[in-house]
């Protein structure tokens, strides 16, 4: 008998054994990217993954089961390399998408030249292919196969490794928790969340900075660890998440915190309380802890400034604007040089807002300029679009119409990663929508605008009151009175505030004003 061998099926070829199976439920294009996957291809392994499958039932979106006899013969294989080479395979399957030679060398404290053989071996052997493991099942039995003290050394190996050589925060982190490191974990979580937090991966940053903070507490640190919760009620604001960033803040109240993080505590909340509309609660926090003398006994003057910042913003959110100039003024000399970007960034952008609110829209703009110029250094997707977004209402007050469609467009390219429904995202979406209205590009504006209207609930009140009066303007402009009522008495129907009032007092005077001119083209 002469032996022939035979190459591993290609996802095509999985596909062709299914479909020549014809089992009922069993077809399909994922289902054969699914089997490759866990198999390589390997028709043996696969008809005894599909019998498994049969067994246990046939489920829409079931894993795929590991057959126990499959399972024993990749165990067998693996029993059959040398030393050196389980050794290297181990180290494979622990160290996933990172591995690569000069890693194993580093784990295994070899010369890269003595892995040679190892790895020709493991690649004849079917273990490895392309740096990677041939299927799932090889992964899985090797990975199984790493004792437990044997797993956690070699995980502080691969963290050690990868901390030197520019590796991604949360796989070290990752690798040290694994490795009984939580101390040593914990920095790492945080610098992964601060990274998806600047992308705006809001899901994935809150998820890093809740590990990093059961890191600390692991570690026994409350200090790093408050620091940590306190970024997370800042993240979850910024997420228009409110009611969550509260309840992280509340559970922090309850803690034996130092005078200093009190103070960072009230600055949080004031934070949270002026962006959910709470404004002059968060007016009421900041005078307050201005006029303790416990609070602010043992503050830096650099504390105080922030402080100072921070009451600005509440005052001005609160049409306050000489009065948050006024604190601005006294936070002034330690921050708007501060050598930290994102303070000179946030103080800037402060005080351009309230220089706008006062009309005076050119010294408004050059103070703009400077926070977009340090939002830029920063780095932090959000931060730049808070500048943009605050930039393009400038621009709007200048007549600037085209330059804030850009500035906009900017913003939310910035924000894609977002997903697109957080508080700050739908704002942009609407002042573009009203932006397109005053450029005449109607369809494009409701394009925009119509959608968000649909969704009015899940908007902020201020929000779905742009989002109707730019349609009211906009059915207007095209002739459509009947529209535009309706648009104006769903604003009469929306929640009642100090905003909504005065947007439909101009917007009446408006639409009055634009019914006697003749309609325009759509």
């Known amino acids: 008998l002469e032996p022939v061998r035979l190459e591993p099926l290609d996802v095509a070829g999985m596909r062709e054994l299914l479909e020549s199976l014809a089992l009922p439920g069993l077809a399909g294009d994922k289902l054969a990217a699914e089997l490759w996957r866990a198999t390589g291809g390997n028709p043996m392994f696969a008809l005894e993954t599909l019998k498994a499958l049969i067994q246990q039932g046939v489920r829409a979106g079931s ?14 294989r693996l029993r059959q390399l040398s030393a050196t080479a389980l050794a290297l395979a181990r180290v494979a399957a622990l160290a996933g998408p990172d591995f690569d030679a000069t890693l194993a060398a580093h784990v295994l404290a070899l010369p890269v030249l003595a892995l040679a053989d190892a790895w020709q071996e493991l690649e004849a052997a079917q273990v490895l292919k392309d740096q990677a493991f041939a299927h799932d099942l090889i992964y899985e039995a090797t990975l199984a196969s790493v004792p437990a003290p044997v797993r956690r050394h070699a995980r502080r190996g691969i963290a050690e490794y990868l901390a030197t050589h520019d590796g991604e925060p949360a796989r070290i982190a990752a690798h040290w928790l694994a490795a009984g490191a939580a101390a ?6 945080v610098a992964a969340g601060r990274r998806a937090e600047a992308a705006a991966r809001y899901g994935e940053a809150r998820q890093l900075l809740e590990e990093a903070a059961r890191c600390h507490e ?6 790093a660890a408050f620091d940590t919760r ?7 604001m910024e997420a228009g998440d409110f009611a969550a960033a509260h309840q992280v803040l509340d559970a922090l109240a309850g803690g034996d915190a130092d005078p200093d993080q009190r103070l960072r505590h009230v600055m949080q909340r004031m934070h949270v309380l002026v962006r959910d509309s709470q404004g002059d609660a968060a007016v009421a ?19 105080v400034a922030e402080l100072r910042w921070t009451l600005a913003t509440c005052l001005r959110t609160a049409g306050r604007a000489e ?3 006024a ?15 994102t303070w000179r960034c946030w103080f800037h952008s402060q005080r351009a807002i309230a220089l706008s609110l006062l009309g005076q829209v050119g010294e408004a703009s050059r103070s703009q300029e400077q926070s977009v110029a340090a939002a830029r250094e920063v780095g932090r997707h959000r931060m730049l679009a808070g500048c943009l977004q605050n930039s393009a209402t400038l621009a709007t007050a ?3 119409i085209v330059e804030t469609l850009d500035l906009l467009d900017e913003c939310l390219s910035l924000m894609a990663e977002s997903g697109g429904a957080d508080a700050f995202t739908l704002h942009v979406r609407v002042q573009r929508g009203r932006a397109l209205v005053w450029l005449g590009r109607y369809r494009d504006a409701l394009a925009v605008l119509e959608p968000l209207a649909d969704g009015g609930p899940a908007l902020p009140g201020h929000n779905r009151a742009r989002v109707l009066a730019a349609l009211a303007e906009l059915w207007t402009h095209l002739g459509q009175p009947a529209r535009c009522d309706r648009m104006m008495a769903a604003m009469a129907a929306a929640p009642d505030d100090d905003f909504g009032r005065q947007l439909n007092a101009l917007l009446e005077e408006e639409i009055t004003w634009l019914r006697r001119r003749p309609p325009a083209a759509a």
Do not use: I, M
């Not at 795929?64 to 067998?76: D, G, H, K, M, Q």
């Open 327 to 341: 604190q601005l003024a006294l936070a002034e000399p330690l921050l708007a040089q501060s050598p930290d970007a």
């Open 63 to 76: 894993p795929l089961p590991r057959p126990p006899n499959v399972a024993a013969l990749v165990e067998r």
């Open 285 to 303: 926090l900041g005078e307050g802890a201005l006029a303790d003398p416990l609070l602010l006994e043992d503050a830096t003057p650099r504390r």
């Open 184 to 189: 040593r974990a914990a920095p790492h979580f």
């Open 218 to 223: 692991l570690a026994a640190d409350p200090g």
């Open 398 to 400: 200048a007549g600037q």
């Open 230 to 236: 306190l970024a997370l009620a800042d993240l979850l």
């Open 323 to 325: 009065a948050a100039l």
